[in-house]
């Protein structure tokens, strides 16, 4: 009898951790909101984020390279851009998103090299009064577009300095223009 409990107990637990695991692997989570001395707030998470500033919520992807390309070693891909869906313009205007790349340490990554081989952490986009969006400022090392049909944004580097597999999670930061 004691055995049959055993069993019973052990088929639970794997049941519970098989589910827990299946959980895990949907891959969504919720970003969480910090306030460190200031009224504005910084949003960090992975997968898909509310951003409160506007009240809206985007879910943000990686888009890899061909493997071995862009200085990634064979069967690597390189992290070529970044992708943004669900953002409501008109929610979001004058709102401010930086959006960064950590690895597994929480260190930030580079994502694309500038002029002079100077790595940058970091894509600022703006929404702006009038719901137009665009990067920050313009160089010929990152473009901005957008599908109507998909209602896309795709940030896409043109020289990108990390790899897909090095990126743990994305974070976002909104702020007020």
Request: proline share 3%.
């Amino acid at each position: 009898m004691a055995l049959k409990a055993n069993r019973n107990k052990v088929l639970g637990v794997r049941k519970a951790v098989m589910i827990a695991f299946g959980f895990a692997s949907i891959g969504s989570v919720l970003a969480a909101n910090n306030t460190i001395a200031t009224s504005q707030i910084t949003e960090f998470g992975q997968g898909v984020y509310q951003i409160k500033a506007c009240d809206s919520w985007v879910k943000l992807d990686l888009i890899p390279g061909e493997t071995g390309t862009y200085g990634a070693p064979a069967g690597i891909s390189p992290l070529v851009g970044l992708s943004i869906s669900g953002l409501d313009t008109k929610a979001c205007a004058g709102t401010k998103l930086t959006f960064k790349a950590r690895d597994t340490k929480s260190a930030e990554l580079p994502l694309y090299a500038a002029s002079g081989s100077k790595d940058l952490n970091s894509i600022v986009l703006q929404v702006s009064s009038n719901s137009v969006v665009s990067l920050d400022s313009s160089d010929k090392y990152r473009s901005l577009s957008y599908s109507s049909s998909t209602g896309i944004y795709k940030v896409s580097f043109t020289n990108p300095s990390s790899t897909a597999a090095e990126v743990d999670r994305l974070t976002i930061e909104s702020t007020a223009i």
